[in-house]
C-alpha cells in the first residue's frame, strides 16, 4: 500500500486522538476510512483511560502481506492488558474493544517485557487520490503530534 509505513509517536492526550483523526481523514478515502479511524480512535483512547494521560505511545500504520492495513498502538505498561467485556444496555463504558473487535478482521496484543502493543488489521482504505505530497507534514502542524518517519506521511 503506497505511503506505508507510517509511524508517530507522541504522547496519549485526549486532544491527540481528533488531530490523529484528521491526519489519517487526509491520507484515506472511501467506506472503509472511517473503521480505520474508529479503531484508532479507540485504540488511544484506551491508552488514556486505563493506562493514564500523557503516556508515551507509538502509532504505527503498514500494510500486510495480504493487502490489509495493521494499526498498531504501543505504550510502555506492558502489565496492562485490554480486555473485552460484556457490557449491558446501561453500561456507560467498555465498548471500545467490542466495536474494534466487529469492525477488525482480527486483533490482538504482543508483550515484550517493557511495552505492550495492541494492534488490529482492517481492510485498506483507499489513499485519496488528491493527497499532497505534505499532507503529514500536517503532522508537523499539529501540537501533540510528530513523524518519526523522517518523511512527510503523504510520501511512498
Not at 485526549?14 to 481523514?25: D, F, Y
Not at 456507560?92 to 488490529?120: E, I, M, N, Y
Not at 485498506?124 to 523522517?150: C, E, H, I, T, V
Amino acid at each position: 500500500m503506497n505511503g506505508l509505513p507510517l509511524t508517530w509517536e507522541f504522547l496519549a492526550v485526549p486532544q491527540a486522538v481528533p488531530e490523529v483523526r484528521q491526519i489519517l481523514r487526509e491520507c484515506f478515502d472511501g467506506e472503509d476510512a472511517g473503521d480505520l479511524l474508529l479503531c484508532v480512535s479507540e485504540l488511544l483512547a484506551n491508552v488514556i483511560t486505563h493506562v493514564g494521560e500523557r503516556t508515551p505511545v507509538s502509532l504505527r500504520l503498514s500494510a500486510t502481506p495480504s493487502g490489509r492495513v495493521r494499526v498498531a498502538v504501543s505504550d510502555p505498561a506492558a502489565a496492562v492488558w485490554p480486555v473485552l467485556r460484556e457490557t449491558g444496555p446501561e453500561g456507560t463504558s467498555g465498548r471500545g474493544l467490542q466495536l474494534l473487535d466487529a469492525l477488525a478482521l482480527r486483533w490482538g496484543v504482543d508483550q515484550s517485557p517493557h511495552r505492550k502493543t495492541v494492534w488490529c488489521e482492517l481492510r485498506a482504505p483507499k489513499r485519496r487520490a488528491d493527497l499532497r505530497p505534505d499532507a503529514a507534514g500536517a503532522a508537523a502542524s499539529y501540537g501533540f503530534l510528530y513523524n518519526q518517519r523522517g518523511a512527510d506521511v503523504g510520501s511512498g
